[in-house]
């Protein structure tokens, strides 16, 4: 695991199986707009609508926690997280 520091930190889950990736919000928003158009082009829409982003605060941790437990991000998603889907 790489020790990059995350200065605008965000995230991609499934509302089923929790975490895909946490990074930087503008390389995460891409990879979750990237994502969602190949799986829909593939009629994958399923994927697509189970797929969330989120952007987190900076907090050390939060981040921690939610690497550490790939499902944690669905408890923090659904306690009122601010989210795009």
């Given at each position: 695991?790489?020790?990059k520091v995350i200065?605008n930190?965000?995230a ?9 990736c946490l ?9 979750f707009n990237n994502?969602?158009k ?6 994958q829409?399923a ?5 969330r982003f989120?952007?987190?605060?900076n ?6 926690r939610i ?11 659904n306690?009122?997280a601010?989210?795009?889907?």
């Amino acid at each position: 695991m790489s020790n990059k520091v995350i200065l605008n930190p965000a995230a991609v889950f499934d509302t089923e199986l929790g975490l895909i990736c946490l990074g930087e919000l503008n390389e995460i928003e891409k990879f979750f707009n990237n994502t969602k158009k190949v799986f829909e082009s593939s009629g994958q829409h399923a994927i697509v609508k189970s797929m969330r982003f989120v952007s987190l605060p900076n907090n050390k941790a939060l981040i921690d926690r939610i690497l550490s437990e790939s499902q944690y991000i669905l408890q923090y998603y659904n306690k009122g997280a601010e989210g795009k889907s």
